[in-house]
């Protein structure tokens, strides 16, 4: 208390001023912040963030898939993650069956030289947003899970 | 299970969800995230179309500003793309287009597109939907 008397009001101030801008930073980098963590398998986090993830890849599928788990990373309101999606038995999808199939037999026929899917291998960011997790980017390809 | 997707689609009638009603405003909601998330603002959607048949909606939509002005895109990551916006054909290239699946009760987005020219988005060949849900003429 009397180290604060014998401060000049200005010395006040600019202290006032730094810790309020500390709190900015530490609001704006909150998710820097927070510590990094891989949510448990069969946790209800890991699921929801999962599902976001599975609806999009069944969807180019065609099928129902099982997701083989390379990463979850959460960090506070943001998610990584990346995922190989296969058959419900464990085999290899057929992209023949998938919404892919016309691309894959322009590839096949030499049209094309190669394609990179989601169906190979599917790398996400996910933000949460009022309670719910969205998928913000995602890149597909046979190497987005080595990265 | 593409043939049965196939079938289902042929007998469900593609519909435009009434302005301002619930599966409206999830339809919204569910793409809404992703492009605050791209744009870095909050963002108000202007619905250029809407169409849902089953379990399947395809919107377009041009982001504004909260205030109704013009995103600033110089500060996103679409800076580059210095657009020409008084022709027609770039002006398009805002338009956010997606597609988006219903499962257990939420709308999740399967597909997006933005700064794309509408001619280069052929969802309606690979997802087993009709070609009426794009409302392509």
Known sequence: ?147 | MLGFQTTLAADIKVVKPVAGSLVYKKLLNAIRPRIEYELKTTVRLTVKKMNMQGNWAYLEVLPLQIDGHAIDYSKTKFKDANLDLSDPNQAEMLINYALLKLVDGRWYEVRQESFQILANINWGEYFPVKYELFNYE
């Open chain 1, 1 to 147: 208390m009397s180290n604060l008397r014998s401060m000049s009001y200005k010395a006040l101030a600019m202290r006032a001023a730094a810790s309020l801008g500390f709190l900015t930073y530490l609001s704006l980098n909150a998710n820097a912040l927070m510590p990094m963590s891989s949510p448990p398998v069969g946790s209800k986090l890991r699921q929801e963030i999962l599902d976001v993830v599975r609806v999009r890849l069944e969807a180019e599928a065609q099928v129902k898939v099982k997701l083989v788990v390379k990463k979850v990373l959460v960090f506070g309101s943001v998610a990584h993650v990346c995922v190989v999606p296969v058959n419900i038995d464990g085999s290899s999808l057929d992209m023949k069956k998938s919404i892919l199939a016309g691309v894959y037999q322009d590839m096949i026929d030499g049209e094309i030289d190669g394609i990179e899917t989601g169906l190979e291998g599917s790398a996400s960011k996910l933000v949460k947003s009022n309670g719910r997790w969205f998928e913000v980017e995602w890149n597909g390809g046979r190497s987005v899970c080595d990265k």
